[in-house]
């Protein structure tokens, strides 16, 4: 199970941290990520970090102003959200998929679990 919080409204500009917990089994090798989804849009990717090696991928839209990390003896991974812009607002969701490549982060179908939703506003 994965359940995220940290969602709110917050004015351009300003800056959010989202949390994701995992509880129960996983792989060793599982990669966390995260995903937004704004009214009427396909899911779209935010980051992933890689449990094994730690390294950290971000989508162009949100490259230099989001940061991902994550603690693994809490099993936690965090979005550390800047320089929010009113295009940031959505339904954020973390995911956990086991056995993924580089190439196939991006790719919401590629991930097994999903966390509910949190849900950031960011107005102008």
């Known amino acids: 199970q994965l359940q995220a919080s940290g969602g709110g409204l917050v004015q351009a500009g300003g800056s959010l941290r989202l949390s994701c917990a995992i509880s129960g089994r996983t792989s060793s090798t599982y990669t966390m990520a995260w995903f937004r989804q704004a009214p009427g849009s396909e899911r779209e990717f935010v980051s992933a970090i890689f449990r094994s090696s730690g390294n950290v991928y971000y989508s162009d839209s949100v490259k230099g102003r989001f940061t991902m990390s994550r603690d693994n003896p809490r099993r936690t991974v965090y979005l550390q959200m800047n320089s929010l812009k009113p295009e940031d607002t959505a339904a954020y969701y973390c995911?956990?998929?086991?056995?993924?490549?580089?190439?196939?982060?991006?790719?919401?179908?590629?991930?097994?679990?999903w966390g509910q939703g949190t849900k950031v506003t960011v107005s102008i």
């Open positions: 995911a956990v998929g086991g056995g993924l490549i580089l190439s196939s982060l991006k790719y919401a179908g590629q991930y097994n679990y």
